[in-house]
């Protein structure tokens, strides 16, 4: 599956932002989604992931409450929904397809080429 990740942006602390993340092939409901984001130098982090038929939802304790995961089967598209973004969400941001219902990094075969969020104080 090939992802494409779209909607970073530049905005203020206290903005919403929401990004896109669109899968090729007929299979996408089959595929657990997630979201991940790196900052140079530092390692990539989960932030959120979701089970392929949608029913489940799990976060990273730094976006839970502010941020929401969800995925449209017809189109083959998974979102994040960012709400109360702060300077340290700032980084590229990923999205992710896999088999596992996880928040580790290495189970996701498939990446998106990523879409860079700034959160400006």
């Known amino acids: 599956v090939q992802l494409q990740a779209s909607g970073g942006g530049l905005v203020q602390a206290g903005d919403s932002l929401r990004l896109s993340c669109a899968a090729s092939?007929?299979?996408?409901?089959?595929?657990?989604m997630a979201w991940f984001r790196q900052v140079p130098g530092k390692e990539r982090e989960f932030v959120a992931t979701?089970?392929?038929?949608?029913?489940?939802?799990m976060y990273a304790d730094s976006v839970k409450g502010r941020f929401t995961i969800a995925r449209d089967n017809a189109n083959n598209t998974v979102y994040l929904q960012m709400n109360s973004l702060k300077p340290e969400d700032t980084a590229v941001y990923y999205c992710?397809?896999?088999?596992?219902?996880?928040?580790?990094?290495?189970?996701?075969?498939?990446w998106g080429q990523g879409t860079l969020v700034t959160v400006s104080s």
């Open positions: 992710a397809a896999g088999n596992r219902y996880t928040g580790q990094a290495w189970n996701y075969a498939f």
């Open positions: 092939g007929r299979t996408f409901s089959r595929y657990v």
């Open positions: 979701i089970t392929g038929s949608g029913s489940s939802t």
